[in-house]
T-cell receptor, first 116, second 111 residues
Framework: DAEITQSPRHKITETGRQVTLACHQTWNHNNMFWYRQDLGHGLRLIHYSYGVQDTNKGEVSDGYSVSRSNTEDLPLTLESAASSQTSVYFC???????????????FGEGSRLTVL | GDSVTQMEGPVTLSEEAFLTINCTYT??????LFWYVQYPGEGLQLLLK?????DKGSNKGFEATYRKETTSFHLEKGSVQVSDSAVYFC??????????FGTGTRLQVFP
C-alpha cells in the first residue's frame, strides 16, 4: 500500500544544532507540506512544494528550510534549533493540481522534536 | 486573511450522547471546508468535506453542513462511541491544498 512515512518519530536535540526531519511518500503525489502542531495553535504551515525543485514558504517558515530533489521526499531542516521549535511536526501530501479546488491531504504519523 | 475558529475543548460526553463541535470561518472567496480527525499517536485523516454552500459532508455517522449565511461548518453526531475519542480539526482550503486549520477540539467519550 502507498503511504507517507516520517523519521525520526522522536528526537531530542540541543539548541544550535542542525536537525533534519525526513518525509517520504510512495503515492507519487506532486504536492507535499510540512506543518507543526502546538497546543493552542492547531496546525500551522511551515513550507510546501508543488513539485520537484519547487518550494514555498508558509505561515511560520523562519528557521526552517526544505528542498525537493525528487517526487517522493521533502526533508525539513532546522538550521540552528531553538527551544521555540519544540513541537510535533507533520508531513502531508496530495495529488490535487495547484489552482484547483482544495482536496484531501494525507498525513504522516508525526515527528516529535524536543530542543533543550 | 482566511481563518478558522473552533470551540475550545475538551468536550466530555457519555457514550450515546449527541455531539456538536462548532466551527466558523472567515474567507474572502468560496473555500472548501473539511473536518479532520486525529486519533492518539496518529496523523490527521480526513473525516468529511463539503465544497460549496449547503453541501452536507458525512462519514462514520458524523455530519457537517456548509452554511454560507452563518459562515459555519459545525460537526455533529447523533450517538458517540468511546472509539470516537480523538482531536477534531476544522479546516478550510481555497484554490490550492494549502489548508488552514483550526486549533482542534479534543473529544473524550466515557462508557
Amino acid at each position: 500500500d502507498a503511504e507517507i512515512t516520517q523519521s525520526p518519530r522522536h528526537k531530542i536535540t540541543e539548541t544550535g544544532r542542525q536537525v533534519t526531519l525526513a518525509c517520504h511518500q510512495t503515492w507519487n503525489h506532486n504536492n507535499m507540506f510540512w506543518y507543526r502542531q502546538d497546543l493552542g495553535h492547531g496546525l500551522r504551515l511551515i513550507h510546501y512544494s508543488y513539485g520537484v525543485q519547487d518550494t514555498n514558504k508558509g505561515e511560520v517558515s523562519d528557521g526552517y528550510s526544505v528542498s525537493r530533489s525528487n517526487t517522493e521526499d521533502l526533508p525539513l531542516t532546522l538550521e540552528s534549533a531553538a527551544s521555540s521549535q519544540t513541537s510535533v511536526y507533520f508531513c502531508a501530501s496530495s495529488d490535487r493540481n495547484p489552482g484547483l479546488r482544495a482536496g484531501e491531504l494525507f498525513f504522516g504519523e508525526g515527528s516529535r522534536l524536543t530542543v533543550l | 486573511g482566511d481563518s478558522v475558529t473552533q470551540m475550545e475543548g475538551p468536550v466530555t460526553l457519555s457514550e450515546e450522547a449527541f455531539l456538536t463541535i462548532n466551527c466558523t470561518y472567515t474567507a474572502t472567496g468560496y473555500p472548501s471546508l473539511f473536518w479532520y480527525v486525529q486519533y492518539p499517536g496518529e496523523g490527521l485523516q480526513l473525516l468529511l468535506k463539503a465544497t460549496k454552500a449547503d453541501d452536507k459532508g458525512s462519514n462514520k455517522g458524523f455530519e457537517a453542513t456548509y452554511r454560507k449565511e452563518t459562515t459555519s461548518f459545525h460537526l455533529e453526531k447523533g450517538s458517540v462511541q468511546v472509539s470516537d475519542s480523538a482531536v477534531y480539526f476544522c479546516a478550510l482550503g481555497a484554490d490550492t491544498d494549502k489548508l488552514i486549520f483550526g486549533t482542534g477540539t479534543r473529544l473524550q467519550v466515557f462508557p
